[in-house]
Every structure is written in structure tokens, then in C-alpha cells.
T-cell receptor, first 115, second 112 residues
Framework: DGGITQSPKYLFRKEGQNVTLSCEQN?????MYWYRQDPGQGLRLIYY???????QKGDIAEGYSVSREKKESFPLTVTSAQKNPTAFYLC??????????????FGPGTRLLVL | GENVEQHPSTLSVQEGDSAVIKCTYS??????FPWYKQELGKRPQLIID?????GEKKDQRIAVTLNKTAKHFSLHITETQPEDSAVYFC???????????FGSGTRLSIRP
């Protein structure tokens, strides 16, 4: 616990609206990740960043965008192109990408609901 | 790409009994095998992991066993307690440049 924070805890989105989920870590980790979790389902990778100023699409990137301008921050924007955004969003970080950084540390999550 | 399957999807055991969850994977280059626990409404947290040069690892009531030939690894929980009720995920990692892929999860319920 600790080290990774996400805000807000709950977020409501209106039709056609873009919303941004915040993720901050003070663990000095190079790699950061965004996952989507639907009820009763596993974690699906949206985007990941191996190092600052770099990010890659995961398995379900359509309708989402990210930036990694600072090592400690990896915000996720859910755009209006994401037609079914209602889910629990989890941010995670690991020490590094690859063999030295397999363990993932998760934030508390943001629950996104559509009005 | 990597295919990860987890079984069973739900498991109910009597308090004090043992529970076993199995994870199979397809990437023979996988070299890191963790298990995460997610309590209701909470974040997933690592509970135990094993690397490809070790066959078994134990930490008090939990253990992980690895069979690289058959490409599966299992989570064992002995003397189960109510606080073991949660969803458990495996997340094997392929080669060092590969992404981690999470299994679909196993919901473990402990009956009093």
C-alpha cells in the first residue's frame, strides 16, 4: 500500500465528454501501467509506459489516451470514442520494465460511471 | 501472443481446508510467475511469486509450485481462514521484453 495514488475515487462521465484519471507514484519507478477491470473479470491492459516520455498501446487502447511527461505521473484520458467506459480503472507501477521490475504495485483505483 | 488460463473460476472451501488454484500459460519463455490477491473493492496485491529456476516456494500458509515442462503453476493455501476470501490472479511474464498478462481470476470463498 502507499506510494501510488489515484484520483478521483469515483468519476461520472456524460455523453460525449472526455475525462482524465490521475495516477501519481512516489516510488521512483520507471514503468507504469493502466488496466481496466469489468465486474467479475480480470485485468486488461490499456496502456503502459516503460520510461518517462514513452508509452505503448496495450490490448484495449482504443478510446483512451495517455501521457508520460513526468516520471511520477501517468494520467489516462477516457475519450468520447470509448463507447462503454463504465469500469474500475487501476494504475500500477513497477521498478523497471523487464527482468528487474516484474512486481506490480497498484493504486486504489478509480470507478468510472456514465450518466 | 501469450495465452493465460486460470482454473477454477470460483472455489468454495470449508474454513481450515486447503485451496488450490492453477494457472496455465503458453509462452515457453515465461520466467516469472506471481500470484495477486484482490479483496472486494480493493487493489490487487502481490502475495507470492516464483522464478523459473525454482520449483516451489512457501510463505507460511501459502505456496506456489511451478511445472515448466507442463507450463503451469499453482497457488496453494493451507488452513484457510475467512480473510483468505478474495479474488486471486496469476500474471505470468513471458520473455524480458514481454508484457505481463493477468489470468481471469479465481473467486475464493471460505465457508465458516
Amino acid at each position: 500500500d502507499g506510494g501510488i495514488t489515484q484520483s478521483p475515487k469515483y468519476l461520472f462521465r456524460k455523453e460525449g465528454q472526455n475525462v482524465t484519471l490521475s495516477c501519481e507514484q512516489n516510488l521512483n519507478h520507471d514503468a507504469m501501467y493502466w488496466y481496466r477491470q469489468d465486474p467479475g473479470q480480470g485485468l486488461r491492459l490499456i496502456y503502459y509506459s516503460q520510461i518517462v516520455n514513452d508509452f505503448q498501446k496495450g490490448d484495449i487502447a482504443e478510446g483512451y489516451s495517455v501521457s508520460r511527461e513526468k516520471k511520477e505521473s501517468f494520467p489516462l484520458t477516457v475519450t468520447s470514442a470509448q463507447k462503454n467506459p463504465t469500469a474500475f480503472y487501476l494504475c500500477a507501477s513497477s521498478m523497471a520494465w523487464g527482468a528487474m521490475g516484474e512486481t506490480q504495485y497498484f493504486g486504489p483505483g478509480t470507478r468510472l460511471l456514465v450518466l | 501472443g501469450e495465452n493465460v488460463e486460470q482454473h477454477p473460476s470460483t472455489l468454495s472451501v470449508q474454513e481450515g481446508d486447503s485451496a488450490v488454484i492453477k494457472c496455465t500459460y503458453s509462452d515457453s519463455a515465461s520466467n516469472y510467475f506471481p500470484w495477486y490477491k484482490q479483496e472486494l473493492g480493493k487493489r490487487p496485491q502481490l502475495i507470492i511469486d516464483i522464478r523459473s529456476n525454482v520449483g516451489e516456494k512457501k510463505d507460511q500458509r501459502i505456496a506456489v509450485t511451478l511445472n515448466k515442462t507442463a507450463k503451469h503453476f499453482s497457488l496453494h493455501i493451507t488452513e484457510t481462514q475467512p480473510e483468505d476470501s478474495a479474488v486471486y490472479f496469476c500474471a505470468p511474464r513471458g520473455g524480458s521484453a514481454s508484457k505481463i498478462i493477468f489470468g481471469s481470476g479465481t473467486r475464493l470463498s471460505i465457508r465458516p
